[in-house]
């Protein structure tokens, strides 16, 4: 099981012969997003579903679980749920990305992106890939991936919003 996770502008979808309303958020690229097109994030998209031991390991290696996960005010607090995104959101995301990347000098070269996986890549069995991600700093990905998309939403969406599920 996993999270499926946007952040972006949101959109009601509407259902009225059903009595139902449902919340999602616009789906979006980017050309000058994070290019993590394998794995739990979507290409230059505004989505990433990672697994749900994943998503709290993730967020207690960087410092993010109150964040994401506090019982009161956790971006993910509810499964499915709809946030707004606010300035201090990304604050704290840029502080734990400053932290990390004083923390972890060379992060910045074992970014993953394309062009440093082989072209087979996708064909490999899970051994040989697990080998080939083990180069690169999955969490330091991470990071850069939610900086970019809570900056660009508060930036671009009327209503900037990180939606769960």
């Not at 997003?33 to 207690?60: E, F, T, V």
């Not at 994401?68 to 499964?79: C, K, N, P, V």
């Not at 074992?110 to 899970?126: A, R």
Request: aromatic share 16%; with cysteine.
């Amino acid at each position: 099981m996993s999270y499926d996770i946007y952040i972006g502008e949101p959109e009601i979808k509407y259902y009225p012969e059903e009595e139902y309303m449902k919340i999602g958020i616009k789906r979006e690229t980017h050309p000058d997003a994070p290019d993590l097109g394998w794995g739990d994030i979507s290409g230059k998209g505004n989505s990433r579903h990672p697994g749900y031991c994943q998503m709290a390991d993730w967020c207690r290696t960087v410092g993010l679980y109150d964040l994401f996960f506090d019982e009161e005010s956790g971006l993910l607090r509810s499964h499915p749920g709809c946030r707004p995104l606010l300035p201090k959101h990304l604050e704290e995301v840029r502080q734990a990305l400053k932290l990390w990347e004083e923390k972890n000098p060379g992060c910045k070269e074992k970014f993953p992106s394309e062009d440093k996986f082989p072209s087979n890549y996708k064909d490999l069995n899970y051994d040989e890939q697990t080998k080939i991600d083990e180069q690169f700093d999955w969490m330091y990905a991470r990071l850069v991936w939610y900086e970019f998309w809570f900056d660009w939403a508060l930036k671009n969406c009327k209503m900037p919003s990180i939606k769960n599920g």
